[in-house]
């Protein structure tokens, strides 16, 4: 890929994840957004490095103050309780993308990328639901139970990210040879 082919999709994947935080269903805690679309797009689309950059750039401007996460922008973020989901868009950019480059190159497994992407997704939940733990630790003074944090921080979602992640497969498939 080109160089300045390269910035322009870091940069298109970065505007695609502010604006999928506006993408909302509200949702106790965590909203339902297209940010995990995106983020899972990106890494199939652009491989980790790239798509890693995209989710570095986009929660640098939130934290700059933009407001391009759900709940608007600036470094206060980072005590909010969803900042680990935040955080954790880069690292589901990035393992999926290396993923999908070392054990489907060709982008020709439906299949094969969902079950890679889905790999990744654990790993972003475990960064939320635990940044999640954290924040309601300290915020409610004592430990709250695991399982209720990892069922509103994460089981809820899985259903909904599950089939965004296998519609970002087959988009993926198919955007992938005109790349």
Not at 70 to 94: E, R, S
Not at 121 to 149: C, H, I, N
Not at 150 to 168: M, R, S
Request: net charge positive; charged share 10%.
């Amino acid at each position: 890929m080109t160089k300045p082919k390269s910035i322009i999709l870091t940069a298109l994947f970065t505007a695609l994840m502010a604006a999928g935080a506006y993408v909302k269903i509200p949702a106790p805690i965590v909203p339902f957004t297209l940010q995990v679309f995106f983020c899972v797009l990106s890494g199939l689309l652009l491989g980790g490095k790239r798509a890693a950059a995209a989710q570095v750039l986009y929660v640098a401007l939130g934290l700059a103050g933009l407001p391009v996460f759900t709940g608007g922008g600036g470094i206060g973020y980072v005590f909010m309780p969803t900042f680990g989901y935040v955080a954790g868009f880069i690292f589901l950019a990035a393992i999926t993308g290396f993923l999908a480059n070392k054990f489907c190159p060709k982008r020709d497994s439906v299949i094969k990328l969902t079950l890679l992407s889905l790999i990744a997704l654990v790993v972003f939940y475990v960064v939320g639901v635990e940044w999640l733990r954290l924040q309601t630790t300290a915020m409610a003074k004592a430990a709250p139970d695991t399982f209720s944090v990892i069922y509103t921080g994460a089981l809820v979602f899985l259903p909904w990210d599950a089939v965004k992640i296998i519609a970002c497969a087959v988009v993926a498939r198919r955007v992938w040879r005109f790349m």
